[in-house]
């Protein structure tokens, strides 16, 4: 029997790796029956035995591994605040709630401002707007970047607004040349959805670092994954200090986990109405949520990081290798284009059907589908014709054509680093028998 705990750990995380190599360790690509997905989890023995060695500390909320985690991250971005939650959606929840806080004084969102996003993308950019009794105004997009189109964003803007609120779609960056120049001359507070971004440029800067926040995703089919979980990153100390409270219940107590008095003051200050001396543990500033990722996931996140570079090397490479083999189907297919000045770290490659071609999206993706290629639509669509926003409260600015566009015709496969030549090839012969059988 082994008595010292550390020596019996180290076994246990040395079995990690052997069951990693028996169990999980990827096999080759049997062209005859395995599915090639649009998107997974990619990860060897480390992010196994990071998860066994949380597991065995017991640490069950956030941590230490918490709080590498968010160290690592914000040292990506080259910021000072990164502030983990339990999902992207979460993470964008927290964002414009934060936004809505009293500390903000003049600045802050209150009931009716208006928020300018698009239709075109995931609904988590939009619910937070609407909950927050905000008002989205909609603009269209740009088929081929599938982003905000920059151009119609000022003649969104009324006295109303105050703050926009975009995705850098599949990670291809916004023009944020645009989008950052009409920010700071309407004095908008501007959000970067950089979920499916994370590791994009533009104008050689990494997005997520243009905004007042901006929010990422750890999702399996993300570009780095904690199963689920997410952050909100910043520079601004103050802003952070709210995203922090909003995702801790909206208590005024920044304490980490285990200790309960960092201020020195717990049982001495006078907030609100409250008597004096009230525990600043349990004393509320904000209006939030309990909204934290637990060490068990930041420990994945831990390995995940390491690996970052290399995985946004390899999207970047699958999709050029895509992009070159289906350009021959140009006159059937709008394929995507990086927007201007930009270096997207893809998170998948969109296709739009041209519809004088006389074959539809169905089609395609059926046939796809049917020999073990998947697909996904471009998210929501224009999100304004889904049941649970048919009613909601909005504005929409011009015309929503190319929302409406790829609501019908658009589609997209992956190019997530599990994809390797032999998958993409075997992607690219599926598309040219759909288009040698017409």
Request: include cysteine; glycine fraction near 6%; charge should be negative.
């Amino acid at each position: 029997m082994i008595n010292n705990s550390e020596t019996l750990k180290e076994q246990i995380l040395d079995l990690c790796k052997q069951y990693y190599e028996l169990k999980h360790k990827p096999d080759d690509f049997n062209i005859n029956k395995d599915k090639v997905y649009y998107a997974g989890r990619v990860f060897d023995y480390s992010e196994i035995q990071n998860l066994v060695s949380a597991s065995l500390d017991f640490w069950l909320t956030a941590g230490q591994y918490t709080e590498e985690f968010e160290f690592n991250l914000a040292e990506f971005f080259g910021l000072s605040n990164a502030i983990t939650v339990n999902s992207g959606s979460s993470a964008n929840l927290v964002a414009i709630t934060a936004l809505t806080s009293s500390r903000l004084k003049d600045r802050r969102l209150k009931s009716g401002d208006e928020v300018i996003t698009v239709a075109a993308g995931f609904p988590s950019t939009v619910a937070p707007i609407v909950q927050n009794r905000l008002i989205p105004v909609f603009v269209d997009i740009e088929l081929g970047t599938y982003n905000v189109n920059a151009e119609l964003v000022e003649k969104a803007i009324s006295p109303e607004t105050k703050a926009i609120f975009l995705a850098h779609t599949l990670g291809n960056p916004f023009n944020l040349d645009i989008i950052m120049h009409l920010a700071k001359k309407y004095n908008l507070w501007l959000i970067e959805d950089n979920c499916d971004a994370l590791g994009s440029r533009y104008k050689e800067k990494l997005t997520g670092t243009f905004g007042d926040l901006a929010t990422c995703s750890f999702y399996p089919a993300h570009h780095i994954t904690t199963g689920e979980g997410g952050a909100v990153v910043c520079e601004d100390e103050e802003l952070a200090k709210i995203c922090k409270s909003v995702r801790d219940w909206g208590r005024d107590c920044y304490c980490v986990g285990g200790e309960s008095n960092t201020c020195g003051k717990r049982f001495s200050q006078q907030y609100g109405t409250l008597p004096y001396g009230y525990d600043h543990k349990y004393v509320y500033s904000e209006i939030g949520y309990n909204l934290k990722m637990t060490d068990l996931q930041s420990a994945i996140g831990c390995a995940q990081i390491k690996k970052l570079n290399s995985f946004i090397y390899k999207r970047r490479n699958n999709f050029s290798y895509l992009l070159s083999r289906l350009k021959q189907f140009e006159d059937f297919l709008i394929l995507p284009q990086a927007t201007e000045f930009s270096d997207p770290a893809w998170f998948a490659f969109p296709i739009t059907i041209k519809n004088n071609k006389g074959i539809t999206r169905n089609q395609i993706t059926t046939y796809l589908e049917e020999n073990r290629v998947e697909t996904r639509n471009l998210f929501s669509g224009n999100l304004l014709r889904h049941p649970g926003f048919l009613n909601i409260e909005h504005r929409v600015s011009g015309m929503l054509t190319n929302s409406d566009i790829i609501t019908n015709d658009t589609f997209f496969i992956g190019c997530y680093p599990g994809l390797d030549e032999i998958r993409l090839n075997y992607i690219c012969d599926v598309f040219s028998s759909f288009f040698n059988s017409l």
